[in-house]
């Protein structure tokens, strides 16, 4: 066991910026990496020496999110690692790829949250839609309910499920709205279960506008397809990037995690299925947790963007 190890954190992070990774992953990377340094070395170990056990263990002790940065992470690491090995040793290279492998298939995360974050958009990219369809209300609406709501698309829009011989609207187009309090009720798409949705006063304006159009839109074969048909126009493309309904849940979810909101009010937020102490089930304490995170300039990233629109 030595002091410094094969491939070291700096060299890790800048064989990131050579893969083309975003800022915004290559700093989650290296901050994961670092706690897991830490962790190693009250293990009385490196990187040079660590095990899956290892991995597994930090994984299971920390946030679901911080876990879903790390196995990509120590993926990359290690793969790193095999490609410096090959120019040292072949023992040392079969060793390397030997633990390369092992976390490939025995390290696994709820979902690929390398492949989200590089879909998601910036702030300013998210700002610069909003902008290019100005001439287009509904578009511009249907916009920012997507990327404010971080909805999937069928959710964004609406359908009929069937359950038990009885019919549920799923979608914005089927929820209860209280426009005075600024809050609605609508289904889960998955888990067909309610959830309550808040929105910031300056959000009013193109949900109506949204809301409105789906008269329309729900009369369409495939309505949660439209806003990323009318995305598909080369004026939408950011960065030589095609754009979707998804990319908006995508940034959403990213945003989110960037300013350290708890895992499961994210979850609950983007409609997924998860536990909440009882005390929650009532509306009233649900309500102000929510109004904390979705009225909130300082951790709701599109509130600011709106705001100087305004």
Same mark, same amino acid.
């Given at each position: 066991?030595?002091? &410094?190890p094969?491939?070291? #954190? +700096?060299?890790?992070? /800048?064989?990131l910026r050579?893969l083309g990774?975003? !800022?915004r992953?290559? $700093? ?8 897991f340094e830490?962790?190693?070395k ?18 299971s ?25 090959k ?18 298939m025995?390290? &696994?995360?709820?979902?690929? #949250? +390398?492949?989200?974050? /590089? ?7 998210? !700002?610069?839609?909003? $902008?290019?369809s100005?001439n ?6 249907a ?7 971080g ?6 829009t ?10 549920i ?25 309610e959830?309550?949705l808040?929105w ?9 506008r ?6 329309? #839109? ?43 909101v708890e895992d499961r ?12 102490e ?5 509306m009233?304490?649900?309500?102000p ?7 909130n ?14």
């Open positions: 066991m030595t002091d &410094t094969l491939v070291s #954190i +700096e060299e890790f992070e /800048e064989y050579v990774k975003k !800022e992953t290559v $700093k989650t990377y290296v901050e994961v990496l670092k706690s830490k962790f190693l009250k293990r009385g170990k490196t990187f040079d020496d660590f095990t899956i056990l290892d991995a597994q263990v930090f994984a002790n920390v946030s679901t999110a911080m876990a879903n940065v790390f196995v990509p992470a120590i993926r990359t690491y290690t793969w790193l690692r095999v490609q410096k090995a120019t040292i040793d072949k023992e040392l290279k079969e060793r390397e790829l030997d633990r390369h492998l092992s976390l490939k025995d390290l &696994t995360y709820a979902e690929e #949250i +390398e492949v989200i974050k /590089e879909s998601a958009l910036e702030a300013d990219e998210v !700002e610069e839609l909003i $902008k290019r100005r287009d209300e509904l578009l511009q609406s916009i920012v309910v997507h990327a404010y709501f909805l999937r698309p069928v959710e964004g609406g359908f009929i499920h069937k359950i038990r011989g009885n019919e609207g799923i979608g914005l187009y089927y929820a209860q709205y209280n426009w005075d309090e600024r809050y609605l009720r609508m289904f889960r798409a998955k888990i067909i279960s959830r309550f808040v910031h006063p300056v959000v009013i304006l193109f949900l109506k949204w809301i409105k159009g789906l008269n329309d #839109i729900m009369k369409l074969e495939y309505p949660y397809e439209w806003l990323t048909k009318k995305l598909k126009s080369e004026e939408y493309r950011i960065n030589d990037r095609n754009i979707t309904a998804m990319t908006f849940r995508k940034t959403f979810r990213t945003m989110m995690e960037e300013k350290r009010w994210i979850k609950y937020l983007m409609g997924h299925k998860i536990k909440i009882r005390k929650y089930q009532d009233t304490k649900l309500l947790i929510l109004r904390d995170i979705m009225e300039p300082e951790v709701h990233y599109l509130i600011p963007i709106l705001e100087n629109l305004s």
